[in-house]
């Protein structure tokens, strides 16, 4: 710092940090390099298109491919609800919180759908937006144990899962039950038609991008997740939303969940344990998409290919015929590898060498 | 927040008060950090709060910023009793404060923090582009020189984070200005821009201000006027000129040998 001001006003757009060399190829290349680095997104963008260069390669000697429509309408499919509910834990996860339930809300809101429509003469459309509706309500709950009440969120949702997986097991006494025949027509839009919940998948990151990176609720986030007294002295309401972010993860949840019952024409219990896989995938989609688990810093567009790397993964062992009992070890793997990389490359960037 | 009916013109003209603090006490459970502070701010003062560490200034501070609330005693503002019920009630009152933590998120960029709250939105969206120019002309004003306003503030020296949590303030619009340990972090020339700033505002006649400090030198030079905070209570409330460094020093030590003299006989 210095008490005088020696030079004009830093002109908009030219980068921080001095020029750098735009002459020649390598200059080029490195200023690409640059770019590729301070954009947290850009490692994992690199990673998916490398996956889908592999996948293509390889299938493609053999007799399938992978890029035919079927498997991409498979890889949109699995990766979607991923995509999804990962935009919902990227906010919780920013704030300093996370949300192990929302696998469960996504099994209950069908059938809350379901009870409203059929039991309750509630009009369909009315139905699935109570259902969506109902995702926020827990995700309430799950602020006010955590925030109002003051316990971890870890175990706070892990507390409200068991017990929702309680409630579905009892509601539906344990049995699928089927889509409600008033719905089926507007379903198709929600998730029945093979590309819906891709393009619903793409709006909705596209909302949160905008939420998080471009409106004061997801400035705020940040500032809670980075520094909560610094943000309360600020004045801003650390209550307000870590509860709004909770309830956004549940009605996103539920979203989903009220998708793939329309996708798979069934509204099925995920009895015991395979509710939390959802979640599950969804925080492993952030993680490798760049968002930090110790809250202050994430993205939308990092979790939406962080999706598709799990995804792309899948859909790859399935079309080369890869048995899937090592699957799980390359989803491991590659949620390491992808941790180890952005540690690195945070440490990198705070120290400013490539600001 | 709402608007307030409080911030009315004296029409008699006469020099009020425009911040009065009366008989505020502050416990937290078994701990008692204010037992009894009386003090008062005249429009355009600049007042200066020392005491020794754990004297209870920070929470008094926190107290009138809305942060905290007091256990009893009350507040007036411009002659009218207030509760302040948040940071953000205070800071619709008039209220700002500078606090010892400064109160930035590293994550966030330099014209985030410096808008923290605050933000210039064209709804639904920020207005990045007004916050860049705004704070970038913020920072000239003041002559600190960063390497640039999208930074992440974690880039940042200490002096020059404290730098913007004080612009930050003085660009609030605030009536009122409280300032915990605005030097702590500051060499020697920063510093003395701070006190400019503060000279400034003094100058403007519109503000008034209060300091918490360590340097008594530094006090008297920016001050109208010095109050002591000893255990919970203002102990001296005395003009700049009617007091001095040795004065204010020997108070404070005093106070530390009685204590330790105290519990030399209680041992």
């Known amino acids: 710092m210095s008490d005088t001001i020696q030079d004009a006003p830093r002109v908009a757009g030219e980068p921080p940090g001095g020029p750098v060399a735009r002459n020649g190829i390598t200059g080029r290349l490195r200023g690409a390099g640059i770019f590729l680095m301070k954009q947290r997104e850009a490692t994992v963008f690199v990673v998916v298109v490398l996956l889908i260069l592999y996948f293509g390669v390889i299938s493609s000697a053999g007799r399938s491919t992978f890029f035919t429509k079927i498997d991409l309408i498979n890889l949109t499919q699995y990766a979607a609800p991923i995509i999804i509910i990962a935009l919902g834990e990227v906010l919780l996860l920013i704030c300093g919180e996370i949300d192990l339930s929302v696998g469960f809300t996504y099994a209950f809101a069908p059938f809350m759908m379901h009870f409203m429509i059929d039991y309750w003469h509630v009009p369909g459309i009315l139905g699935i937006i109570l259902a969506v509706v109902f995702g926020g309500v827990i995700g309430w709950i799950n602020a006010f144990f955590t925030v109002t009440l003051g316990l971890p969120s870890f175990v706070t949702t892990l507390g409200t899962g068991f017990v929702l997986a309680g409630l579905i097991l009892t509601t539906s006494h344990g049995t699928q039950a089927s889509i409600p025949p008033a719905v089926t027509g507007i379903g198709h839009w929600i998730g029945t038609y093979a590309w819906s919940e891709i393009v619903w998948a793409v709006i909705l990151t596209a909302l949160f991008h905008m939420l998080l990176r471009r409106t004061r609720w997801g400035l705020h986030t940040i500032a809670v997740g980075g520094n909560a007294l610094g943000a309360a002295e600020a004045g801003i309401n650390v209550a307000r939303i870590k509860y709004g972010n909770f309830m956004l993860t549940g009605m996103l949840g539920a979203f989903v969940g009220v998708q793939i019952a329309f996708q798979t024409g069934i509204i099925d219990t995920f009895s015991g344990g395979s509710a939390y896989q959802p979640m599950f995938y969804a925080v492993a989609a952030a993680v490798i998409g760049g968002t930090a688990m110790l809250g202050g810093s994430g993205t939308m567009i990092g979790a939406f290919l962080g999706a598709a790397v799990l995804a792309v993964l899948v859909d790859g062992f399935n079309v080369i015929g890869i048995s899937a009992y090592p699957e799980q070890i390359y989803f491991g793997a590659a949620i390491l590898i992808a941790m180890i990389a952005n540690v690195q490359l945070a440490r990198v960037r705070a120290a400013g060498r490539i600001r | ?267």
């Open chain 2, 1 to 267: 927040m709402t608007t307030d009916p409080v911030r009315t013109e004296q029409p008699d003209g006469q020099v009020t008060d425009v911040l009065r603090v009366e008989h505020i006490a502050k416990r937290y459970g078994a701990v008692t950090a204010l037992i009894d502070v009386n003090l008062h701010l005249a429009k355009g003062e600049v007042l200066g709060l020392i005491g020794d560490n754990g004297a209870g200034k920070s929470t008094l501070l926190k107290i009138l910023c809305g942060f905290q609330q007091p256990t009893s005693g009350r507040i007036l503002l411009d002659g009218h009793e207030i509760t302040l019920k948040s940071v953000d009630h205070a800071r619709s009152l008039g209220i700002d404060a500078v606090y010892q933590d400064l109160a930035l998120v590293n994550q966030l960029s330099v014209y985030h923090n410096m808008f923290l709250n605050r933000e210039k939105v064209r709804w639904p969206l920020l207005s990045n582009k007004t916050m860049r120019r705004l704070t970038r002309q913020y920072l000239d004003e003041m002559g600190v020189k960063i390497p640039s306003v999208d930074a992440d503030v974690a880039a940042l020296s200490g002096g020059q984070r404290q730098a913007i949590a004080v612009a930050r303030s003085v660009h609030s619009d605030a009536k009122i200005l409280l300032l915990d340990e605005p030097l702590a972090a500051m060499g020697v020339k920063e510093g003395a821009m701070i006190l400019d700033i503060v000279q400034d505002l003094k100058r403007s006649g519109d503000v008034s201000v209060i300091i918490i400090a360590h340097n008594y030198a530094q006090v008297l030079e920016v001050c109208d006027r010095v109050n002591l905070l000893q255990q919970g209570r203002i102990t001296l409330d005395r003009t700049a000129s009617e007091t001095s460094v040795t004065e204010l020093t020997n108070l404070v030590v005093a106070e530390y040998r009685k204590a330790l003299e105290e519990r030399q006989r209680s041992a």
